[in-house]
Nanobody, 124 residues
């Protein structure tokens, strides 16, 4: 049974940094594509960053140059810098078996396994 548990969320002022972590269990680390998604109140869940088992990454345009995704065995990380109020959301870790086409990487519906989320709040 795949389990994903996020940590590292919190409240920070604009311009600050946070590092999110996701601990995974119940699967072989090299079988999965993993990613971070976020959902703000009243909005759809959106892809933030994805990394596949070969280390290839893709970022949403809104976070390029500010966020960095990394993985280490079954764990996933998101280093967030220069945070903005519009980054405020619940952040979710997600995983799926196998790779995705480039165009499909940031689509939430393509991921089968999800964590419970960790809240990130950025104040101005």
């Amino acid at each position: 049974q795949v389990q994903l548990v996020e940590s590292g969320g919190g409240s920070v002022q604009a311009g600050g940094s946070l590092r999110l972590s996701c601990g995974g269990s119940g699967y072989t680390d090299n079988m999965y594509t993993m990613g971070w998604f976020r959902q703000a109140p009243g909005k759809e869940r959106e892809g933030v960053a994805v990394i596949d088992s070969d280390g290839i990454t893709k970022y949403a345009d809104s976070v390029k140059g500010r966020f960095t995704i990394a993985r280490d065995n079954a764990n996933l990380y998101l280093q967030m810098s220069s945070l903005k109020p519009e980054d405020t959301a619940m952040y979710y870790c997600a995983a799926r078996a196998g790779r995705l086409a480039w165009w499909a990487k940031l689509i939430a519906g393509n991921f089968a396994y999800w964590g419970q989320g960790t809240q990130v709040t950025v104040s101005s």
